[in-house]
């Protein structure tokens, strides 16, 4: 091998070409930490210190979150009332699906809440359904985002069978959602004076503006042989539906609260709430239970101890695995890197580390 | 589902890893300014898994830069003491004194070839050699002041000492690796005599000398030679009767134009004419070893690569070269048993025994290896394949020599077929059909032409690159693509997994919780191009795998990517999806339980997850990773607000409404730490407390300090070495004892001590083993 060619190529290696062997360097590849392999890299390793901080901090911040959270959770007032089994007339108690089935019967009912705590306002409304696939393969398909959104796609109604069309035309809105359109009403009074309820702003607003159209009226609604749920008035146009709307943002879970209205008054503690419920909306032949919930609100959303307790648990057991280590490495100390545990010799098969 | 993905990224990666060979800067052959070359792309990893790497010698180990050294003429030695032929004060007197056995035997040298002189302006004369052994002998000829001047046609012209001969050529004898021997008939044109003149391997020439002559100085001279590693050649010649060529030429002009068996009726017709010859002498051309070859062995070695030579040269050349390159041990560490014999129960008889050794010696933590002649390879591959299968698995070394090349095919097949991954490696047009046939093939772009480096996998300029080809590209190749592939597994089984459980509080209806949008950008853009990055991952540092070899046997032994570390990574999916679906099912519950909303929880959940778990799994971060981990969570965010922006999509404003909820912060930190703490937790006690030898080597060289010390240890890879194996006895059914059942050879020195006994022995058994060799291949033709 001459020296000479090691020597260039070695400039060459340092990123400079020299011109006197320009044939050589054609076909060399150019050089840079890239290609090479070389980039600066920091190599991390886990360090009993890295890791034990890592845990100790993660449970140092959790387990206070966890606090804040739970304490905001608490601070919820949440009033839930199931209605569906007591709004039933006793004589109908072994045949409900008779009952609500039947038009002709008075389906009002009348439900007393005490209000634990003071409840500041604004008050939600929500009922409850448990038990209600929303989020089923046919019935999250069964709808037409393009017809909802303008009068001109009123016909794109594909995905909405069985309830896409009547003899009169395509419905407006089609599909099994709309049709389900939850229909019991709650009037509120308190020492019989009525309480209003806000029904306005409870849809999302880009579903106001983008989603239902201004100039989209129900058409053909509810005009079936089967009626699925509430009727919508076809003078008023989708974007101001907010009932529709809500009911439209199908829920992902099996169990789900649905906004019906607010209530822009404080509610005093022991306060006793009338609520005249017309109990429309069949649940009873899927046995799925409705209940009525008031609730006020806190920065982290409605009364959910879940994300409280699961950052303490978090937090707790991070705490713990770093006093383990701790612990470890106290009793057990193991130096990294020790070249003992290189042990070649053994046969390799034998040592399957 | 079995991701798509997967495919895409390995196919990207490969092609990367390839570049990275292309365009390795140490693996460039500054000598010729030619780089490495990985032609397929497509088993970068499989680099690094080889157990097995047969190697071709000539040109492979050695450069093929042949050099005359010594020759041995009517029985004098030339260039013992010094080295060098031709600086050799005898000879050059000889020569100035023309002695008339050594112009002869200069006259063979420089013009029984194939060569083309060519003489360019200024009046130099260069040559045009297919062989290098024949431009070595020219050369050496002509500095011997016998220059082969001009070849005009037919008329050679050869200046000697100022006087200018003319040979008129009137046949070539072309070489066939079965004749092992080439000729050439010239007529004098000055005396009119008509003389055959041959070069040819010594069992090729010395045989046929004419009775009477003493060749013994001759056998001595090639034995000693190849002790020394050094290629010989025997020159000889004999003077032809007007009518005796007349008669054979006509013979010779039918078997050439004969269509039928052509190869087999020249080579008859040479042998009519190639015997009696009278011996001229024996010339000894040196085949250097290549730069690092015997470290590269080593190391190679080390890493528990077993290696086997398949030469077509010699059995003592391939020997010495053996020991030369740290191929074979020496005498007290290594052994080396011989199967030979020329029928087959000699062969049965030589290959049980060495079998039995084997398998004695297999506990013992000793060097055998075996040596086995072409001859006898065919028999044992065609009635004992059996037994020598199991050989070909107890043995670690092996050198077979006068192999021809389907014999070299054959024998990777033997390797292959027994579940090995094998390499093999080799320069030459002969080594094609081992490259061919072997896992991965590897040429050396060297002086036998491309042909081998056509036809291999990868190309190489040296072979010591074999080092860094192996340990550092096919290592790294192995356990990036051993990671990527398993974590393309589980990114894509975590997704799958969230679905099933989606799917049970559905209703079991099969609603996708993901919209098409994600689960489409969730393969493409949102986890690929963290998991790509990872080809510039390197667990350890070139250096520390150079001096701990021996880590390369978690690639060979598949022991990071096999079914319980993928086991492993299914675990850890699963994990990470029932983390992920219960935090945002119980996150986000009762009134916020809005499909579109948890979708995108969830799918953040994932998203969050596998930045951690890549830069959980990451060992070397450059800037490139942490543009690509944390890069890709910003652009995870962007496009979906992105997405969020269109009206028309189904996830309208989605993105902005979370990003604002500090709910959904919080399920996200809880989803990271709940997902990534136990991980953390139990990687880390493995690496403290179970620590794999990467591990330890890993923290050895991160931490600084006993990296060094490391290095002190590390070199008695087997310490019962030091003990003292008492030698094996072999019993060798023959009276004639042994010379070969253990090989003391300390030194060429020493094994020549060893062999010297023998080598008459060995002469007469390769004499009558070559003629029936002989026989067969031309009956094979």
């Not at chain 2, 008939?185 to 041959?198: H, Y």
């Not at chain 2, 290549?290 to 070695?301: A, K, N, S, W, Y």
Request: net charge positive.
């Amino acid at each position: 091998m001459d020296t000479n060619g090691a020597t260039t190529s070695s400039a060459a290696g340092g990123g400079s070409t020299s011109k006197s062997s320009s044939k050589k360097h054609s076909r060399k590849p150019v050089y840079s930490r890239f290609t090479q392999q070389e980039l600066p890299a920091c190599k991390p390793i886990l360090t009993p210190g890295l890791v034990i901080a890592t845990f100790t901090i993660i449970g140092i911040i959790f387990i206070p979150l966890g606090l804040v959270s739970l304490s905001a959770s608490e601070k919820v007032v949440e009033i839930v009332d199931r209605y569906d089994e007591s709004c039933v007339p006793s004589d109908y108690s072994n045949d409900k699906l008779k009952f609500i089935q039947n038009p002709s019967i008075n389906k009002s009912c009348v439900r007393t809440l005490t209000v634990p705590k003071l409840m500041k306002s604004p008050v939600f409304i929500y009922y409850q359904l448990d038990n209600y696939y929303q989020n089923h393969r046919r019935y999250v398909k069964s709808r037409s985002d393009k017809q909802l959104r303008s009068v001109s796609d009123e016909k794109s109604t594909k995905d909405c069978s069985p309830e896409d069309k009547t003899v009169d035309g395509p419905i407006v809105p089609c599909g099994l959602v709309a049709w389900s359109l939850f229909n019991d009403t709650y009037g509120f009074s308190v020492n019989s004076k009525t309480i209003e309820v806000n029904k306005h702003d409870i849809a999302w607003k880009s579903d106001k503006e983008h989603k239902f159209g201004s100039n989209v009226y129900p058409k053909n609604f509810q005009s079936g042989g089967l009626i699925g749920g509430a009727k919508l008035n076809s003078s008023v146009p989708l974007s101001k539906q907010e009932d529709l709307m809500v009911w439209m943002r199908t829920a992902a879970l099996p169990t789900f609260r649905k906004l019906y209205g607010k209530i822009e008054q404080d509610l005093q503690a022991n306060e006793k709430i009338q609520v005249v419920i017309q109990n429309n909306y069949n649940t009873y032949s899927f046995s799925g239970k409705k209940k009525l919930v008031l609730s006020t609100t806190s920065w982290i959303g409605g009364k959910n101890d879940f994300l409280g307790i699961a950052y303490i648990i978090v937090g707790g057991l991070c705490l713990f695995l770093a006093v383990c280590f701790i612990l470890l490495y106290v009793i057990k100390p193991r130096p990294l890197g020790d070249p003992s545990y290189l042990s070649w010799n053994r046969s390799p098969a034998g040592h399957p580390n | 589902m079995i991701p798509i993905s997967i495919k895409v990224s390995l196919d990207l990666v490969k092609s990367l890893y390839a570049k990275f060979i292309d365009w390795d800067a140490e693996m460039i052959d500054y000598e010729t300014g030619i780089p490495s070359h990985a032609t397929n792309t497509a088993i970068s990893e499989d680099l690094g898994q080889v157990e097995y790497i047969m190697t071709d010698k000539t040109g492979t180990l050695t450069e093929n830069r042949m050099i005359f050294r010594r020759c041995c003429i009517s029985g004098v030695f030339y260039g013992n003491e010094s080295g060098d032929a031709l600086k050799d004060m005898k000879l050059l007197n000889a020569v100035a004194g023309g002695s008339p056995d050594v112009v002869q035997f200069l006259t063979v040298m420089a013009i029984c070839n194939t060569v083309v002189p060519i003489k360019s302006k200024t009046g130099a004369i260069s040559y045009k050699a297919q062989s290098q052994d024949e431009d070595a002998l020219v050369n050496a000829a002509a500095q011997l002041h016998m220059v082969y001047a001009n070849k005009n046609a037919n008329i050679l012209e050869i200046r000697f000492n100022g006087s200018v001969i003319k040979y008129e050529v009137l046949e070539i004898l072309e070489f066939t690796s079965d004749r092992k021997r080439m000729s050439v008939v010239v007529k004098d044109c000055q005396t009119g005599k008509i003389v055959l003149l041959s070069k040819g391997a010594d069992e090729a020439i010395l045989p046929y000398a004419f009775v009477g002559q003493q060749t013994r100085t001759f056998i001595e001279a090639v034995e000693q030679y190849a002790q020394l590693g050094l290629r010989t050649l025997c020159l000889a010649c004999r003077e032809l009767r007007e009518d005796e060529y007349q008669e054979w030429s006509l013979m010779f002009k039918e078997a050439s134009s004969t269509l039928v068996d052509r190869e087999w009726r020249i080579a008859e017709a040479c042998q009519r004419l190639e015997h009696d010859f009278e011996v001229l002498g024996v010339t000894a051309i040196e085949d250097r070893l290549q730069d690092g070859v015997p470290e590269t062995i080593e190391t190679l070695r080390k890493a528990g690569i077993n290696f086997w030579m398949l030469t077509g040269d010699k059995q003592n050349t391939a020997i010495q070269i053996a020991l030369s390159c740290n191929f074979i041990s020496p005498e007290p560490k290594g052994q080396l048993l011989l199967i030979d014999g020329k029928t087959e129960d000699e062969v049965c008889r030589s290959l049980e025994r060495v079998l039995l050794t084997m398998r004695i010696t297999s506990s013992e933590p000793k060097d055998v290896a075996f040596v086995v002649d072409g001859w006898a390879l065919e028999i044992a591959l065609k009635h004992y394949r059996k037994a020598f299968t199991e050989l070909a698995i107890l043995s670690r070394t092996a050198i077979c020599c006068r192999v021809t090349p389907s014999q070299k095919a054959q024998l990777v097949e033997l390797l292959k077929s027994c579940d090995y991954r094998t390499l093999a490696i080799g320069d030459g047009g002969n080594d094609v059909r081992m490259i061919q046939q072997a896992d991965i093939g590897v040429g050396i772009s060297g002086r036998e032409g491309l042909q081998a480096a056509r036809a291999a996998d990868y190309s190489i300029g040296k072979f010591r690159f074999l080092k860094r080809l192996i340990l550092v590209h096919g290592r790294y190749s192995y356990n990036r693509t051993a990671f990527l592939s398993q974590y393309s597994f589980y990114k894509s089984l975590v997704i799958c997994f969230i679905q099933i459980f989606f799917s049970f509080i559905s209703g079991v209806s099969g609603t996708s919780l993901f919209n098409s949008v994600s689960l489409m950008a969730y393969n493409v853009f949102y986890t690929s191009v963290p998991v790509l990055v990872s080809v510039l991952d390197k667990d350890l540092s070139e250096g520390t795998i150079m001096q701990h070899p021996q880590i390369l046997f978690y690639c060979q032994a598949g022991r990071l990517l096999n079914p319980s570390t993928f086991a492993g990574w299914f675990g850890r999916s699963l994990f990470h999806a029932i983390v992920v679906f219960v935090i945002s099912i119980h996150a986000y519950a009762y009134e916020k339980s809005e499909m579109e909303e948890l979708s995108m929880v969830a799918l953040s959940g994932c998203i969050w997850l596998q930045a951690f778990v890549v830069a959980l799994e990451t060992n070397s971060f450059t800037i490139l990773q942490h543009l690509a981990i944390w890069g890709n969570l910003v652009a995870f965010y962007v496009i979906n607000w992105i997405f969020s922006a269109i009206p028309a999509s189904g996830m309208y404003t989605i993105m902005f409404r979370l990003c604002r909820q500090p709910s959904y912060w919080i399920t996200m930190s809880l989803i990271v730490a709940a997902g990534m703490g136990p991980v953390l937790a139990l990687k880390y006690f493995r690496y403290t407390y179970r620590p794999s030898k990467i591990n330890t080597l890993q923290q050895a060289e991160r931490m600084g300090g006993p990296i060094l010390t490391l290095g002190n240890i590390e070199p008695h890879p087997r310490p019962m070495e030091k003990e003292v194996v008492s030698p094996l006895q072999i019993s060798q059914p023959k009276n004639r004892n042994p010379v070969y059942e253990p090989l003391l050879s300390d030194s060429p020195n020493s094994s020549r001590r060893s062999l010297g006994s023998g080598a008459p022995f060995d002469f007469f058994q390769s004499q009558s083993r070559l003629s029936s060799s002989y026989s067969r291949n031309c009956k094979d033709n």
